[in-house]
């Protein structure tokens, strides 16, 4: 009767929530234009348009990537994972070879 369900949610989860919560965040930022445009009827630029566009496209992306991981392991490295790396060699920036997740748009 006084007891207290607790839920805990995984790893994958929490990660999921967070990339939502982050385009939800970025999206924030230009919510005015869309207010301004329902509003008076100004258009949106179409770099902002663009911009909002890219932001649900890498949210979901980013979701993916951390839905099809398997391991804790998997997601770690996903997470910690850089686009470009340093190449012992040549001492230049490269793509990495390994899984990293997707970079959020800049604006």
Do not use: H
């Amino acid at each position: 009767e006084d007891e207290v369900q607790v839920i805990n949610t995984g790893l994958k989860t929490e990660w999921t929530r967070k990339q939502k919560e982050i385009a939800g965040s970025l999206l924030a930022q230009s919510d005015w234009y869309i207010t301004r445009k329902a509003e008076a009827g100004t258009e949106i630029p179409a770099d902002v348009t663009t911009y909002r566009t890219a932001i649900r496209t890498v949210s979901g992306q980013r979701e993916a990537q951390i839905a099809a991981v398997t391991t804790v392991e998997e997601l770690k490295s996903l997470l910690e994972s850089q686009p470009k790396i340093r190449d012992e060699v040549t001492n230049e920036m490269i793509d990495n070879p390994e899984t990293f997740i997707t970079p959020w748009p800049e604006q």
